[in-house]
Structures are given as C-alpha cells and as structure tokens.
C-alpha cells in the first residue's frame, strides 16, 4: 500500500511539472525542494560517507584550504550522496552516485557550470522545415560518421551555451566541408555580448551564461569562429576580445529552430547535424550512465548541449528497452558516460526539447 501511495504521488508531481511551461529562471532550491516532497530522506547505515569522501577526494584530486573548508565541503558532500539516493529513487534506469561535483551544494553547482540566460528568439531565428520522418533509421550517431569533436571541459565557468553553438557549428561545418574543426568557445566567451534590445537579462555574458541562438547571431554578424588552437579557451571572460577576422574557420549560413516534435527533432539531426539544444540539468550534478529517465523533472532550461544522436537501449534488469537522446556535455570525459550523457526519448524529460537549433554552415577560409 505505501509503495502504491508513492507511486500516486509521483504520477501526480510528474503531471504537474510536465504542465509547466518551459522557461529559463533564476537559480533556486524548488526543484530538489520537489523530489524531497516525493522521497524519503531516510538514513542508509551502508552510505559509509567517510570512505566515499576519502576515495573522492582521491579520484579527483581534491584539496581544501583549511580544516573548516573541509569540514563544511565534508557536509556537502554528505548531503549529496544523500541527494544521489532519492535521484536514483525517481530515476531508476540511469545510475546515480558521486561524481566530481559531489562537494558543491546545488546552488554552487548551477552557478559554476550551468549558465543559461532567459529565453528570447533573436530576430533572425525561424522555423525549420518540416522534414520527412518515415525512412529515419532506428538509431543514428554522428560520433560514427566523424561529426563530432572530443570532449571539453568548461571548468568552473558558466560558458555552457558556448560549448553547445561550438558544436553545431562544428557538426555543420563537417557537413558541408568533410573536414571536423575544432571551433573556438573562448572567442563567444570574450566578444559576444549580443542582446535583445528588449530584456538587457538576455545578453550573452561570457562566464555569467549566454544563449546559444544568441550565440548564433553574434556569428553571423561577426563573420564567423576562429579555431580552438588559434583562439584557445581559458575559462575565464575577464579578457578582452582578440577576434581575427583573417583567421575565421567557420561562419554560419543560417540558423533555425526545431519544432517541439520528437521525430522532426530526429530528422533534423540526422539530415543537418548535431543539434544545440538546452535541458533542466537538476539530475545531471549525479549522473554516471545508463538512460535518464526521472519520473519528475522541471522543464525550466538552465544548461546548453549537444544533441548528437539517438537510440535505444536495454535499461536495468526488470526494466523495458527505453528509446534515449545521445548528448554530448562540456564536463570533462571523467562526467558521465565519458562526457556523455543518455536522456529519455518520448516525453520531453527536464524540457530536452523545448529548445532545439540547427545551423547551417559555410566554409569561408582555407585554413
């Protein structure tokens, strides 16, 4: 009876968030504040949170500058193993644990490396075209047809609106070039302050979050991105801007946004290349692999990535096959499945497709 209680109530919450309309806000507590009203706190003898806190600390090389930074990073990260349990209560088909945020509280995490600005289409943004759906293929990777850079790491900057345009851009290029050029984050880091002349909140702001259809059109006013070994990332916006016009590898043609449809979403990857795309990245602080798949999720969009593909695949024991998005991150390879991370196709789970761009690219440099 208690177990068919909870599952009430988590029916319940999933209806009431997906009814939500999709935004970017502020930072705040709601969203765990949400998934603590659903599952329980309850104390778990085998957590063992000193030997986890030794082997973190271990793993990813961690250092604290005194007893009392320790002391309080110690109770952090006590409080997120206890924050990875209930994620893995609602999201029983992906695996939850200590990752290399497990010493930042929620709001730290957000402000450190999420960093997406309110939601404003810039004015030369339209439609995509609608595009068949019925010979898509069952799956599709770009990563198997060379579309797709390595991993980066954004580091300690909100710059992940950045790291998503990059992406496209990079996939778009390769579409129209067969060449895969690894594009500059730190040139829209340093030079795109673009904003909407109607909400001064919506200017790109460097470490401070951006937008990637912003984004976008600071690229095509400007004239394109220089490569990433020619204007190289530092992780930081207090440089100024050091763009070279001579130097442009890439330039964007044209850029569109994706209905909110799961198979035009599918079409569009397949036929014009990674798509960026923004997501509620509340579940994402405890992500280790496997398809995410929460039964509650907020679709308020705070962090920017690439959607590189799909598939499906078979989930846990006892648990059907799930159809997922392949998406890649700007954490780091040690994040994730190798810096990737699978979300649940079919339902628009944390609002993944809410917010969806394709950019057409053209080569305008021999490089």
């Not at 006892?318 to 699978?342: A, D, H, L, T, V």
Request: aromatic share 10%.
């Amino acid at each position: 009876m208690e177990f068919l209680s909870r599952f009430v109530l988590l029916l319940l919450f999933s209806s009431l968030v997906s009814a939500a309309t999709p935004s970017i806000v502020s930072p705040d507590e709601s969203d765990d504040l949400l998934i603590r009203q659903v599952v329980s706190d309850g104390e778990d003898p085998l957590l063992n949170p000193e030997h986890h806190f030794l082997s973190f600390k271990k793993r990813f090389g961690k250092h604290y500058a005194n007893p009392e930074e320790h002391a309080l990073r110690f109770g952090v990260f006590k409080s997120n193993l206890r924050r990875a349990k209930r994620h893995q209560k609602l999201d029983p088909s992906a695996v939850h644990g200590i990752t290399q945020f497990a010493d930042l509280t929620p709001a730290e995490f957000r402000r450190s490396y999420l960093g997406l600005r309110p939601l404003r289409l810039p004015s030369d943004a339209h439609k995509a075209p609608i595009l068949p759906t019925n010979d898509l293929p069952t799956d599709f990777d770009w990563r198997d047809h060379g579309a797709v850079t390595a991993v980066k790491n954004q580091g300690s900057c909100g710059s992940c609106w950045s790291f998503s345009t990059t992406g496209a851009l990079e996939g778009a290029n390769f579409l129209a070039t067969g060449k895969l050029v690894s594009l500059s984050e730190q040139q829209l880091v340093d030079c795109d302050h673009e904003c909407d002349p109607e909400d001064a909140r919506s200017c790109d702001s460097g470490c401070n979050g951006g937008l990637m259809n912003s984004a976008f059109e600071y690229t095509l006013k400007a004239g394109g991105l220089q490569r990433e070994e020619d204007y190289p990332y530092t992780g930081t916006d207090r440089g100024t801007c050091k763009f070279d016009k001579t130097k442009i590898a890439a330039s964007v043609a044209n850029f569109s946004v994706v209905s909110l449809d799961e198979d035009q979403i599918a079409a569009n990857v397949v036929k014009n290349g990674p798509l960026a795309v923004a997501i509620n990245a509340v579940f994402m602080q405890t992500y280790m692999g496997g398809v995410s798949c929460p039964y509650i999720c907020s679709k308020r969009l705070d962090h920017g990535v690439l959607l590189v593909g799909y598939g499906e695949g078979y989930a846990p024991i006892r648990m059907k096959e799930k159809p997922y998005w392949i998406i890649k991150n700007s954490w780091g390879e040690s994040w994730g499945e190798n810096g990737f991370y699978k979300i649940c196709r079919g339902r628009n789970i944390c609002g993944v497709d809410s917010m969806v761009s394709t950019v057409a690219a053209i080569h305008t440099h021999s490089q």
